[in-house]
């Protein structure tokens, strides 16, 4: 397990809320981005291009599996990882 | 000349069957003889293509050719991660493909094609792709042969990714693991045999051929819609299950190509459940791609410019990839608007809610205009409104 500060946690969600147009992603960060229609194909790159300009972690799109990146939760620990 | 196209004869299931008997038996002792699967491979190959000596030359050849690219690309990326390697790398895989394609038009290059030359071309820029982005850091000439020739995809997919084929290569499942996968396996070729040589043959021979939908009328192009639909899904989802099947057998599991695409509620949800392997690689390699291109180079600004022009470029690649014939490339144009006005719709229905999501009659009439979306597509594919153009 990687560690996961207060402030990283709400830097990641900041970003995923502004994705999304939705608030939903702090309040639910359990929820199935995908399945919900709060996320596709082109959040997903503005994720990645976001992630890399602000948190200075580089994600390549193929590296981007949609079933490890299901949930806000789960967006916050792969980022974590790649820190 | 006796014929053994996958999964196409009743010769094919029994050769294979009895080669894959020592698979099996090693598999539920836990063991894989690497050496008998390779050889396995090779035999397969040899009697999927020994029929017609041209196309034996031409994937000989390809596959060369193939691994050269990579093999050279994988070098030149090692000393330098030039975008110019890449492009032309990618382009040097493409290419044969792009000319069989092209052979529709010019039948003088028909010579260069073979039985599954797409699957083994996406693999083949797949593992490019990877390379580039430093996501595969080797790739010993064996593993991208077995993976690249894999026999039970080799014709038409599902089209599986290196990475993940890779660790199945090198995890062997425990005798308890594929006594499951044998399980689940057969139970798939069954489910094949259902689809494929039982309801889509009847779909075919009874509703499809019909004498009564023969005519140019309204009425029975409309029912012959339905019924071409229904064998496209059937046939096609059928040989997947084979293949898939098969992957199973040989203790690799390969991605599933079908997800109730009928029931999609939209037709983003379509493309997330019909030939996934293979939309999921358009959606992978050439819309993603563009996207973050446009947004990182900042070429174009506007957002919802850069995703329709994303999704007019995939949805036309497709459209080609299929043949370059009229009915495909208005296939994919007609798919392309449909997906970009759906994205419009959807950004429009976020603020104004006139399309509630959670109401079962709302749910069931989004189906059902989906389907009808679909078809109709698949009409067009079809060739059956080719008079009109």
Redesign the interface.
């Known amino acids: 397990m990687v560690e996961i500060t207060e402030a990283f946690k709400n830097e990641v969600l900041d970003v995923l809320a502004e994705i999304c147009?939705s608030d939903e992603v702090k309040d639910e960060p359990d929820i199935r981005l995908f399945e919900e229609?709060l996320m596709?194909?082109?959040a997903?790159?503005?994720l990645?291009?976001e992630v890399e300009n602000r948190l200075n972690i580089k994600v390549?799109?193929?590296?981007f599996d949609r079933s490890q990146w299901a949930t806000p939760n789960m967006i916050i620990e792969r980022l974590a990882e790649r820190k | 000349m006796i014929s053994f196209i996958p999964y196409a004869s009743f010769r094919f299931f029994i050769v294979t069957g009895i080669l894959l008997l020592p698979v099996i038996i090693a598999g539920l002792s836990g063991k894989r003889i690497t050496l008998y699967n390779d050889l396995v491979a090779i035999v397969m190959v040899f009697l999927i293509f020994y029929g017609q000596p041209a196309q034996f030359v031409s994937i000989i050849a390809f596959i060369i050719w193939q691994a050269v690219v990579v093999k050279s690309y994988f070098e030149l990326k090692k000393r330098n991660n030039r975008s110019v390697y890449f492009y032309t790398a990618v382009i040097l895989a493409i290419i044969p493909l792009f000319f069989v394609k092209l052979s529709a038009d010019v039948p003088v290059l028909g010579f260069l094609g073979f039985l599954g030359i797409s699957y083994v071309s996406f693999r083949s820029v797949e593992v490019i792709?990877?390379l580039r982005?430093?996501?595969i850091n080797e790739i010993p000439l064996n593993h991208f042969l077995r993976f690249t020739l894999f026999f039970p995809t080799i014709s038409s997919g599902p089209i599986d990714r290196y990475r993940r084929f890779e660790s199945d290569l090198k995890q062997v499942p425990s005798g308890k693991e594929y006594k499951e996968l044998l399980y689940l396996g057969i139970n798939k070729i069954f489910q094949g045999f259902l689809y494929k040589y039982i309801i889509a043959y009847l779909v075919h021979q009874y509703w499809m051929s019909s004498p009564a939908l023969a005519s140019n009328s309204f009425f029975s192009i409309w029912m012959y819609m339905y019924a071409y639909s229904m064998y496209l899904f059937f046939d096609f989802a059928g040989y997947s299950q084979f293949a898939i099947g098969f992957s199973y057998i040989m203790g690799i599991r390969t991605p599933e190509n079908f997800n109730k695409p009928f029931l999609s509620r939209n037709i983003?949800d379509f493309w997330n459940r019909w030939h996934m392997s293979l939309s999921f690689w358009f959606?992978?390699?050439i819309?993603?791609?563009f996207?973050?291109l446009m947004?990182?180079k900042k070429w174009i600004k506007d957002?919802y410019l850069?995703?329709d022009i994303?999704l007019a470029l995939n949805f036309l690649v497709m459209g080609f990839w299929h043949g370059f014939l009229l009915q495909y490339i208005i296939y994919g144009i007609y798919h392309a608007v449909a997906f970009i006005s759906f994205n419009r719709f959807?950004h429009f229905n976020?603020k104004h809610h006139i399309w509630p999501?959670n109401n079962k009659w709302i749910h069931a009439l989004s189906v059902l205009i989906t389907f009808h979306v679909i078809c109709f597509s698949f009409l067009i594919f079809s060739g059956r409104l080719n008079f009109l153009w």
């Open positions: 147009e229609g596709d194909s082109f997903t790159i503005s990645l291009v390549p799109v193929s590296d | 792709m990877d982005d430093g996501l983003k959606r992978d390699f819309y993603m791609r996207v973050y947004i990182k957002r850069i995703s994303g959807e976020k999501k």
